[in-house]
């Protein structure tokens, strides 16, 4: 059973991969994310814009007056989130069912939303609560936003946020490219962002998560570019489609 698994894993790493460019994209949205979340856990007061599951308990120790800790920090961030994965749910829905097209448009939509809270935080810093906030609403939205559309391409083992299921699955198969790459993205991307955060300014670590999702976007539409005559590469179609 064991070999039968490790023999499946090896066989999916090195076939033809069904979901073409989108796979290294995500694993990049995905190093992001480490970058995103170690700014506003280090910077913006101990709450995280994608690790909603945080979210969820650190308003609990909130609430039970933990010390440095924000229940309203924690709300907003909550609500942002939802508002911005609400907002992507229905922007999937009016997209024509083609993967590349969809992922360029919504980062184009998400690099707006960060390059907003780069030149926030460039002017304004966060200092005051009010910035914060505001820094933390725009940040989580824009990561709803990117986890509704990721869950509309359906590629396997990559939601770009979440690892708990990931490292789940990682142990229990023993087997999974994309799991440990996934992993590894969202490690590599915290430690950037602490290093930046913790050794040369906020600004700097929301540049390169703006970087990141820009690249995502250039990429994708230089891959899913039409040719005249030429259909529709296979990875753009959703699975089953």
């Known amino acids: 059973m064991v070999e039968r698994r490790w023999s499946a894993g090896v066989r999916r790493a090195v076939a033809p991969d069904r ?29 995280f814009v994608a690790n909603m599951t945080g979210n969820v308990i650190f308003l609990g120790f909130a609430l039970a007056g933990t010390a440095g800790l924000s229940a309203t920090s924690s709300l907003t961030a909550l609500a942002a989130f939802l508002a911005g994965a609400l907002a992507g749910g229905r922007f999937c829905e009016c997209r024509p069912a083609h993967r590349g ?18 030149v926030l935080e460039g002017v304004a810093g966060h200092g005051a609560t009010p910035v914060r906030h505001a820094l933390i609403a725009l940040l989580a939205f824009a990561v709803g936003l990117q986890n509704a559309v990721v869950r509309d391409l359906r590629v396997p083992d990559l939601t770009t946020t979440v690892l708990t299921m990931t490292l789940t699955a990682l142990a229990a198969d023993r087997a999974g490219v994309r799991r ?3 992993a590894v993205s969202m490690f590599t991307g915290a430690l950037l962002g602490a290093l930046l955060v ?21 990429i994708t539409r230089r891959a899913c570019a039409d040719r005249p005559g030429a259909p529709d590469p296979a990875w753009t179609r959703p699975p089953g489609a």
């Not at 190093?31 to 700014?39: F, N, P, Q, Y």
């Not at 097209?101 to 780069?118: D, E, K, N, S, W």
């Not at 913790?198 to 250039?218: I, W």
């Open 180 to 182: 440990i790459a996934s």
């Open 101 to 118: 097209r969809t992922l360029v448009a919504a980062m184009a939509v998400q690099a707006g939303l960060v390059a907003v809270a780069v």
């Open 19 to 47: 979901h073409g460019p989108l796979v290294p994209m995500l694993l990049l949205l995905t190093l992001g994310t480490g970058m995103v979340d170690a700014v506003s856990f280090l910077a913006l007061g101990h709450v």
């Open 198 to 218: 913790l050794h040369v300014n906020v600004t700097s670590a929301l540049v390169v998560a703006l970087a990141l999702v820009a690249a995502v976007a250039v």
